[in-house]
């Protein structure tokens, strides 16, 4: 259980208001506390929820201080829209792993389509991962809000992340309210049958 | 809103126990173990989420809570409370502690018979505020309040905890001032026992004392200088107080470091990050500061680095404390570090490097991209789109000023909507119409949230309708504090009906008044133009509730 203490893991998600980060804050880190790390987040509440870029950050470790994470000292941007992905880059060094909902929500009085915004995120090269967990999880499951579930269950897959998907599928259980549980956990099955994993 | 696996959480008597804690539901942790009785709020973020776990938990706790009108009405009832023997816990944003304040410096005069606790939450990077970024730690010397501050979870209950201890043992009330970082961190936290006082079978009662309670000349000289022996007193407590840590270092015995709160981890992290290793002293105590201790720390340094965020205030003291001991110090802080913003763990990480000549390379930043901004706007569906559209369509708008007030109607100063010519504090809006209307002819409209209507706007109405002038006030009657996450307040409270504004505006005497749903949009817009017109103040309420609450009323 306390094996990989070595490491220092941090995360960056990024989405906009309503889409449920400081959910996927909550189950990360139940995960990583299963897992035996210390762990430190930092989330934002109030005004910057109203329909603004919400930022929230997650550290584990052996020892972790600071609940923000330094520039250029993210190990995985989870971006839940490509536009705030871009803001990710702050956080990124040569191995910052970006995975992406392919996801565009347009910015009122920007001129930034879809296509500019890819064409940037795919400097990235290898290490940018582009699902489209919205449409998947609409198309699957009937409700685009799950794309968050499903991208955090992918990350554990795709072992973009020091914590095993069984650590994450139990944080899933303790976190998710009852009522909404059940197709929570379909999303994490899904993201463990996506072609993206393979 | 806290979930109910939360409340079970929170309210868990399994001493020793770890769960994880947003800072400000480790400070209800702490209050429920030090045994509050009483606890009163305005909501405001960062601090809001202390309210909305009592406002769930009161009951099982056995606990009595309520959202008050305002941060000073919470900070008095609390001290009724307290005065009477109970133990308080009062919570505010930054902001509240101006509203309070009023209270608050007689209070430390008279002192508490029970405990009594100030959680006041600072904002710095402004993410939640909007009217200033305010530093509350003057108000520690203004008042003479003893203030504590935590830098993480863990220290949010122990330092609630101590604040309570202090109170008790002193007879004062005691703040705990968090920031943004610190509220809003989330970390594993140890819990202890809760202790419920109730069980102790103990009965309150306000024990007349009014050479105790009662600050009249010339009996206040005598309470001040009480006040000021009882901070010297509390001071050698600080002195001796283990949250004012000194943590020896082996890379230098030239240097040092000084810190509290937030900045305090990211110093932390710096020292990690630069593997390095200076002495460190960490502050729990902003007031009184343990002088002996911090003169100690820097008496054989050369050269001493503070770090905090917002205005110098620990780097002025270490200045004033070094010319005894050591006034050949060098004394860095702002010139290395902002003094406006919130601290980054890179801009401290930077300050350190180079206040210790070492080497620090930011890991990457090759893409230097344009970022799009995305405005917060109003949620869609929001009622006061309806309102806007309404009055855009009564007016052209670049003939009337536009006042705005904090709540979600201070997003009328974004795209698409511009409607906001001048923000100020909740109320003001009103105060400053009144003011323009007697300088100018101009026109005017300005906007009041129900909420803060009930907070500060009720004053400034009753002065526009005594000192007469014309402005249109709008309320904006959404039935819910919505920018703070939809608490009651007193014109929809938890069990409708509560308090009708229309009740108020009527006995006032105001004749222009209508009361109207902005769905109906002629009627709205008619009205608009109507009341701009009229010589005397007149008033509209929008009454149309917020999307998150419309369903608990049509429930009804």
């Known amino acids: 259980m306390q094996k990989n203490k070595k490491v220092e893991f941090n995360i960056v998600i990024l989405g906009t208001g309503g889409q449920g980060q400081i959910t996927l804050l909550e189950v990360l880190t139940e995960a990583a506390i299963l897992e035996g790390y210390d762990v430190k987040t930092s989330e934002l509440h109030g005004l910057s929820q109203r329909g603004g870029s919400v930022e929230v950050h997650i550290r584990f470790g052996k020892k972790i201080y600071s609940p923000l994470i330094s520039q250029g000292k993210g190990d995985l941007v989870l971006a839940l829209e490509i536009q705030e992905a871009l803001k990710g880059f702050y956080f990124a060094n040569q191995k910052t792993n970006f995975l992406v909902n392919d996801y565009f929500s347009a910015i009122l009085g920007a001129n930034f389509s879809r296509e500019k915004t890819l064409k940037i995120l795919r400097k990235l090269k290898k290490h940018l991962f582009l699902v489209e967990a919205s449409k998947i999880c609409q198309e699957k499951l009937g409700k685009d809000i799950l794309a968050g579930i499903y991208l955090i269950s992918l990350v554990s897959f795709k072992k973009l992340i020091p914590l095993k998907s069984k650590s994450i599928l139990k944080a899933i259980k303790k976190i998710i309210p009852e009522k909404y549980l059940e197709l929570n956990l379909k999303a994490f099955d899904l993201a463990s049958e996506s072609e993206a994993v393979k | ?556």
């Open chain 2, 1 to 556: 809103m806290p979930t109910v696996r939360f409340m079970e959480e929170i309210l868990l008597n399994k001493p020793g126990k770890k769960i994880i804690l947003l800072g400000n539901e480790a400070i209800v942790r702490g209050a429920l173990e030090s045994g509050v009785n009483f606890v009163s709020t305005y909501p405001g973020t960062p601090a809001s989420e202390i309210g909305n776990i009592f406002f769930r938990i009161a009951k099982n706790a056995g606990v009595y809570f309520e959202f008050s009108t305002n941060e000073k009405v919470a900070l008095e009832v609390a001290a009724g409370a307290s005065f009477s023997g109970l133990k308080s816990l009062v919570a505010m944003k930054s902001f509240g502690l101006n509203v309070a304040s009023d209270s608050l410096i007689p209070l430390c005069y008279t002192g508490v018979e029970g405990g009594m606790a100030i959680l006041v939450a600072d904002d710095p990077g402004c993410w939640s505020s909007a009217q200033s970024e305010q530093n509350s730690r003057p108000y520690s010397y203004l008042a003479h309040i003893p203030t504590l501050e935590p830098s993480d979870s863990q220290e949010c209950k122990d330092f609630t905890k101590l604040a309570f201890q202090i109170s008790e043992r002193f007879k004062i009330p005691v703040m705990i001032r968090t920031t943004t970082r610190v509220a809003h961190q989330r970390m594993p936290v140890t819990l202890s026992k809760i202790l419920n006082l109730k069980s102790q079978n103990q009965k309150p009662k306000f024990i007349k004392k009014p050479e105790r309670f009662s600050t009249m000349p010339p009996r206040v000289f005598e309470m001040k200088k009480e006040l000021l022996e009882k901070i010297e007193k509390i001071q050698v407590f600080s002195e001796n107080s283990p949250i004012n840590q000194i943590s020896r270092g082996r890379t230098s015995a030239k240097l040092g470091v000084i810190s509290s709160g937030i900045s305090y981890l990211y110093v932390m992290e710096a020292l990690k990050e630069l593997n390095l290793n200076l002495p460190v002293l960490k502050l729990g105590f902003f007031y009184p500061l343990p002088e002996k201790k911090i003169q100690d720390f820097i008496k054989s340094f050369k050269k001493v680095l503070i770090i905090e965020e917002l205005e110098p205030y620990l780097e002025k003291e270490v200045e004033r404390l070094a010319k005894d001991v050591n006034p050949k110090l060098q004394i860095f802080g702002k010139n290395l570090i902002p003094e406006i913003g919130e601290l980054k763990p890179e801009t401290v990480t930077s300050a350190i490097a180079q206040f210790t000549d070492t080497k620090y390379l930011i890991p990457n930043t090759k893409y230097n991209i344009p970022i799009p901004k995305r405005l917060p706007r109003l949620c869609p569906g929001c009622p006061y789109w309806l309102v806007v559209e309404a009055v855009k369509k009564a007016i052209n708008e670049k003939d009337v000023i536009f006042g705005g007030e904090i709540g979600c109607y201070m997003l009328f100063r974004n795209p698409p909507i511009n409607l906001q010519d001048y923000l100020s504090c909740m109320g003001s809006s009103v105060g400053i119409a009144h003011g323009i209307k007697k300088a100018t002819n101009q026109k005017i409209i300005t906007f009041v949230g129900d909420s803060s209507f009930f907070h500060a706007g009720i004053p400034a109405l009753i002065n526009t309708v005594f000192n007469k002038s014309n402005p249109l006030i709008i309320i904006l009657d959404n039935r819910t504090t919505a920018m703070t996450g939809h608490q009651p307040h007193p014109g929809a409270p938890a069990t409708p009906d509560g308090i009708k504004i229309e009740d108020i505006i009527q006995s006032l005497g105001i004749k222009n008044f209508k009361v109207i749903d902005p769905i109906n949009q002629e009627e709205f817009t008619n009205t608009v133009k109507e009341f701009l017109e009229k010589d005397e103040v007149s008033v509209i309420i929008a009454r149309r509730p917020c999307i998150f609450v419309a369903e608990k009323y049509a429930k009804k």
